[in-house]
């Protein structure tokens, strides 16, 4: 197993949300990727981006600027 | 076979879309249910299917395109969720029974109907729609082009009215989606639905909803969307709010290729090419002797669908004499729009409808004309 480490976290409402995130965050070359919705989060399904912690002020304003719509930004241990 | 039968679905597509859907097949998973590349791969095609046809309709947000199989249901999510009991709705007799039916049901549970009859111009008249107006009037549904004559209503004008009497605008764009321009924004429109396989030629069981900003049909449709499983109801979220279950992904994957070749080749000469062989034909055919054409046929703006009747044959005796004799498919009957036809008077008859695609040919059509002259000399 990968040893865990800290993680930010992007949660969504829906799955759309989810691939539009993906499609600007690899169009701007961030290194993060999609996961299953971690359980410490919710126990329910989903998909959420996994990122680097040093990426989560970029990422954000990434999301502002592109009025990308997402639920939660947690940092996690995972 | 010379397919004729364009406006029922578009048999002849752009080859990159029978690929897609075949290489889909072997490929993608289920999108939602897993951060797999398969599952991941089929999420990514319906967002860039959204995203085109959110361009395509200047929808604004390819959230707020919604899948669904069909024009059919498009049409029942809008009309069910957007209208209730003691509201008032004015639709036209130009209408499909998929427009009709689901206001027909809502009548039986209280609502208002007001179905305006067809003008001489084959299409809605403005001023009969605003005369119809009344205080607890709370939507329009119109058909963008009458599946049987082709004429085009004006939607700008009924947005215009729409938008002066805060009206929901209810548009159901079956024969004109991936044929003319439709701007939702521009048009007012609360709810665009069309099918995913005629003027934009994808496959079969794709279908389309788009909602104007803020637009939110009740939801009826209930079940697993691969978020938030443990929650009694579905996300409040567009678009998977209305997307319960599994979607048709193999035949969005097709229909991805099929936008991208609208916006390649270009929907303008899709048109003009296939207007071009409806102009021609119908040239070609009101010249003969005993044929009756229906609606405005020579408007400067209508879709490549051309409806006609040989004296008094019944319309599907005719059509099965076009096929089985010249191997040129059309459809036959009154094509789901029964008060079109009691307006035209050819609820027995029925009509015959040509309807024309980009990639028939010239020569096509002037094999239909030969056809029917030759059954008109025998008829006499």
């Given at each position: 197993?990968?040893?865990?480490?800290?993680?930010?976290?992007?949660?969504?409402?829906?799955?759309?949300?989810?691939?539009?995130?993906?499609?600007?965050?690899?169009?701007?070359?961030?290194?993060?990727?999609?996961?299953?919705?971690?359980?410490?989060?919710?126990?329910?399904?989903?998909?959420?981006?996994?990122?680097?912690?040093?990426?989560?002020?970029?990422?954000?304003?990434?999301?502002?600027?592109?009025?990308?719509?997402?639920?939660?930004?947690?940092?996690?241990?995972? | 076979?010379?397919?004729?039968?364009?406006?029922?679905?578009?048999?002849?597509?752009?080859?990159?879309?029978?690929?897609?859907?075949?290489?889909?097949?072997?490929?993608?998973?289920?999108?939602?249910?897993?951060?797999?590349?398969?599952?991941?791969?089929?999420?990514?095609?319906?967002?860039?299917?959204?995203?085109?046809?959110?361009?395509?309709?200047?929808v604004?947000?390819?959230?707020r395109?919604?899948?669904?199989?069909?024009?059919?249901?498009?049409?029942?999510?809008?009309?069910?969720?957007?209208?209730?009991?003691?509201?008032?709705?004015?639709?036209?007799?130009?209408?499909?029974?998929?427009?009709?039916?689901?206001?027909?049901?809502?009548?039986?549970?209280?609502?208002?109907?007001?179905?305006?009859?067809?003008?001489?111009?084959?299409?809605?008249?403005?001023?009969?729609?605003?005369?119809?107006?009344?205080?607890?009037?709370?939507?329009?549904?119109?058909?963008?082009?009458?599946?049987?004559?082709?004429?085009?209503?004006?939607?700008?004008?009924?947005?215009?009215?729409?938008?002066?009497?805060?009206?929901r605008l209810?548009?159901?764009?079956?024969?004109?989606?991936?044929?003319?321009?439709?701007?939702m924004k521009?048009?007012n429109l609360a709810a665009l639905?069309?099918?995913?396989?005629?003027?934009?030629?994808?496959?079969?069981?794709?279908?389309?909803?788009a909602l104007g900003e803020g637009v939110?049909?009740?939801?009826?449709?209930?079940?697993?969307?691969?978020?938030?499983?443990?929650?009694?109801?579905?996300?409040?979220?567009?678009?998977?709010?209305?997307?319960?279950?599994?979607?048709?992904?193999?035949?969005?994957?097709?229909?991805?290729?099929?936008?991208?070749?609208?916006?390649?080749?270009?929907?303008?000469?899709?048109?003009?090419?296939?207007?071009?062989?409806?102009?021609?034909?119908?040239?070609?055919?009101?010249?003969?002797?005993?044929?009756?054409?229906?609606?405005?046929?020579?408007?400067?703006?209508?879709?490549?669908?051309?409806?006609?009747?040989?004296?008094?044959?019944?319309?599907?005796?005719?059509?099965?004499?076009?096929?089985?004799?010249?191997?040129?498919?059309?459809?036959?009957?009154?094509?789901?729009?029964?008060?079109?036809?009691?307006?035209?008077?050819?609820?027995?008859?029925?009509?015959?409808?040509?309807?024309?695609?980009?990639?028939?040919?010239?020569?096509?059509?002037?094999?239909?004309?030969?056809?029917?002259?030759?059954?008109?000399?025998?008829?006499?």
């Amino acid at each position: 197993m990968r040893p865990k480490e800290l993680q930010c976290i992007i949660t969504f409402h829906t799955t759309t949300e989810a691939m539009q995130l993906e499609q600007a965050a690899k169009t701007v070359g961030f290194g993060g990727r999609i996961i299953p919705v971690p359980r410490e989060i919710t126990a329910g399904c989903g998909l959420a981006w996994r990122d680097s912690i040093d990426a989560r002020a970029a990422l954000i304003d990434m999301m502002m600027e592109q009025k990308l719509s997402y639920d939660k930004i947690v940092e996690l241990i995972i | 076979m010379i397919y004729l039968d364009n406006a029922a679905t578009s048999l002849y597509k752009p080859e990159a879309v029978a690929e897609a859907v075949f290489r889909a097949l072997h490929s993608v998973g289920n999108s939602g249910r897993g951060a797999h590349d398969a599952s991941l791969q089929s999420g990514r095609i319906m967002l860039q299917t959204r995203s085109l046809l959110s361009e395509l309709f200047k929808v604004g947000d390819p959230s707020r395109v919604v899948f669904t199989s069909n024009a059919t249901e498009s049409l029942n999510i809008a009309i069910l969720g957007l209208l209730q009991p003691g509201d008032h709705c004015i639709t036209s007799a130009m209408e499909h029974n998929s427009v009709l039916r689901p206001l027909y049901l809502l009548e039986s549970l209280g609502l208002e109907l007001t179905i305006l009859p067809i003008s001489e111009k084959g299409c809605m008249d403005l001023a009969e729609i605003e005369k119809a107006i009344k205080p607890n009037t709370k939507a329009i549904v119109v058909t963008h082009a009458s599946n049987v004559t082709g004429n085009v209503n004006d939607i700008d004008g009924i947005g215009e009215l729409c938008k002066k009497n805060n009206l929901r605008l209810i548009l159901d764009a079956s024969q004109t989606a991936g044929i003319l321009p439709i701007d939702m924004k521009k048009m007012n429109l609360a709810a665009l639905c069309c099918s995913g396989h005629k003027g934009l030629m994808g496959p079969q069981g794709t279908g389309v909803l788009a909602l104007g900003e803020g637009v939110m049909p009740v939801v009826q449709k209930t079940g697993g969307t691969g978020v938030d499983s443990f929650s009694h109801t579905m996300p409040t979220e567009l678009p998977e709010a209305l997307e319960a279950g599994t979607q048709n992904i193999h035949g969005l994957a097709g229909l991805l290729e099929a936008c991208k070749y609208n916006k390649e080749y270009g929907q303008e000469k899709i048109y003009q090419k296939s207007m071009l062989l409806a102009r021609t034909f119908i040239r070609g055919v009101k010249a003969l002797p005993g044929v009756t054409l229906y609606g405005d046929y020579e408007a400067a703006l209508r879709v490549p669908v051309v409806a006609l009747n040989l004296r008094d044959i019944a319309s599907g005796e005719l059509s099965d004499e076009l096929f089985t004799r010249f191997g040129i498919a059309t459809r036959a009957g009154v094509h789901c729009a029964p008060l079109l036809h009691e307006d035209y008077h050819t609820a027995g008859q029925g009509m015959v409808r040509f309807s024309f695609s980009h990639f028939n040919s010239e020569q096509e059509v002037e094999k239909a004309i030969t056809a029917l002259r030759l059954l008109e000399e025998e008829y006499r």
